[in-house]
């Protein structure tokens, strides 16, 4: 969606025969903080990446996070800090749906299914679990409310790890600052685990790398505060993602 959203929002709708011509876009992206996040993935639109019509998503991702190992009484321990591990998380998810092509910006709903797959790294982990099959539910808009405005929202649910992921954006054009729209954004996970993350950040999206370098490859960066409820302290993330019309 990254692609064909940015690109329908870019400024008076620049290269719209282009667009029109793409079918496949290629993306990844990396969001790293206390907790790090990295995905790749594959939309494919028969129709076009930007028109009306059937599109199909497909992605892989790694997550790895530290958290502590146990909750009781610190006194058990001497009063040192309870011992930690880490949750090692492999997660793919194929869906397909439709997405609405406007003038105005794009909206898409896909579902199908995902897999999940987690290790515990600690000395009480016995086997490595099995995976787990479920399905994914994943909704977007990205509408451009003015010529210079970027209005962004996406809600991702899955069954296989029973885990929720949404964030929301505004950004504004600023010309002959910086190509690309620049604003806030906020962001929301959660899972069966009791594991809790927000974010609240400020992002630059839908800027192109120089020619020289790509002149196919357009990015989003975004930094900020973020708060785990089981680390029980603020700290700081970073994001990057870029996506690629083939």
Known sequence: MLCAAAGLAGPDGACADEREEVRTVLFGSLDAGRSTFVSAGAKFAPEGIARDGVAALATLGYGLRAERDWWGDPRATGGAAPPRILRHTVQAGAVAGWQWVRGWGVAALFAGPELAFEVLDSPGTKRLPSPRIGARVQGE?????????LVTATLIAGTARWSAWGRVSWGVR?????????????????????????????????????????????????????????????????????????
Do not use: C, N
């Not at 808009?141 to 010529?147: G, I, Q, S």
């Open 174 to 246: 600023l010309p002959g600052v910086i190509p690309a729209y620049l604003g806030p954004e906020a962001a929301l996970y959660a899972d069966r685990t009791g594991y809790r993350k927000w974010s609240l950040g400020l992002h630059a999206t839908d800027f192109a790398l120089p020619a020289i370098i790509s002149p196919q490859v357009s990015l989003r960066v975004s930094a900020g505060w973020v708060y785990e409820e089981q680390v029980r302290r603020p700290g700081v993330y970073g994001t990057l993602t870029a996506w690629m019309p083939l």
């Open 141 to 149: 808009v990205w509408a451009r409310p003015t010529d210079a405005t």
